[in-house]
């Protein structure tokens, strides 16, 4: 799954829903615009699962790092010799802090299993991946399409441009979140 559907990115570059020329292309630009969108954001968008290795010292609480925390799933020791019990456990989704409500808490080397994402991705993330590969589209392809038979010469590359967000996306996407370590 993607942020955005190959409909949703052929209506945004108004390509014709029966044009199949491009999908392939086209998908490969779809499927990307997830990574830069959760990068930029520093937060999990397409939910998915989460394995996380963290060294706890029997604290009731704990924090995981990939977030929005949907759900807990397991956490095991590294050998899985010793498992806890995620139905005594509570997680915030926004901050990934973990609380134990009761048993023994979690201590020593393990692996968490969770799920992190958006159950519904927010409308306003959408709009600014479909600007983001509107313009990634566009500056690779030209705004009519690909150049056919065109010749870039060497003196149009320049190895010093680099990617960067459209300031509309980013208007669209807004602040990233605030990382604390």
């Known amino acids: 799954m993607s942020i955005v559907t190959l409909a949703e990115a052929k209506k945004q570059l108004r390509i ?23 990068d930029h954001k520093k937060e999990i968008i397409e939910p998915r699962e989460i394995r996380e290795d963290l060294d ?7 924090r ?15 050998d899985g010799s010793v498992t806890w019990d995620v139905a005594n456990m509570r997680s915030d989704p926004e901050t990934g802090l973990v609380r134990v ?9 393990v692996e968490v299993v ?15 991946a479909l ?3 509107q313009h990634t589209w566009e500056t690779q392809r030209g705004k009519g399409g690909p150049v056919r038979g065109g ?12 990617f960067s967000i459209p300031r509309k996306a980013l208007e669209w996407l807004g602040a990233p979140r605030p990382v604390v370590g």
Do not use: M, N
């Not at 995981?64 to 590294?78: D, E, G, M, R």
């Open 114 to 128: 969770y799920q992190a994402g958006y159950t519904t991705i927010p409308d306003r993330y959408k709009r600014g």
């Open 64 to 78: 995981l790092w990939k977030v929005p925390v949907i759900s807990l799933v397991s956490i095991a020791t590294f």
């Open 101 to 109: 409500l009761s048993g023994t808490p979690p201590s020593g080397g």
């Open 16 to 38: 014709a829903e029966d044009d199949t020329s491009d999908d392939d292309e086209l998908q490969g630009y779809v499927d990307a615009i997830t990574g830069v969108v959760e």
């Open 151 to 162: 010749v870039i010469g060497p003196e149009e590359v320049h190895s010093k441009f680099f």
């Open 131 to 133: 600007v983001i590969l």
């Open 56 to 62: 706890l010292c029997g604290r009731r609480r704990f």
